[in-house]
């Protein structure tokens, strides 16, 4: 079983940075791809990047936000750069085991929260 915690969530102002973290635990295979999304209220969840050889971004992001990992440490970060308000959501780290799976692993959220 695989289990996703991320953290580093919070408020911030308009243009500031962020960093969030998911830390993975369980057997999460060689072959997986990790990903955040992002749900803002009122709305459905979006993808905004993920990870396996490549990253690959929303459009909305692009430019902005980076992806990246530390495979020795199970760990996907999520570099948050000139926030914008409609940034503001609560973000999932999620893990795909494989190209042929979808994503069955999902973690708890954490919140952020960008101020104009």
């Known amino acids: 079983q695989v289990q996703l915690v991320e953290s580093g969530g919070g408020l911030v102002q308009a243009g500031g940075s962020l960093r969030l973290s998911c830390a993975a635990s369980?057997?999460?295979?060689?072959?997986?791809?990790m990903a955040w999304f992002r749900q803002a209220p009122g709305k459905e969840r979006d993808f905004v990047a993920s990870i396996d050889w490549n990253s690959y971004y929303a459009d909305s992001v692009k430019g902005r936000f980076t992806i990246s990992r530390d495979n020795a440490k199970n760990t996907v970060y999520l570099q948050m750069n000139n926030l914008k308000p409609e940034d503001t959501a609560i973000y999932y780290c999620?893990?795909?085991?494989?190209?042929?799976?979808?994503?069955?692993?999902w973690g708890q959220g954490t919140q952020v929260t960008v101020s104009s």
């Open positions: 999620a893990l795909r085991p494989n190209r042929a799976s979808g994503y069955d692993y």
């Open positions: 369980g057997h999460t295979g060689s072959s997986s791809i």
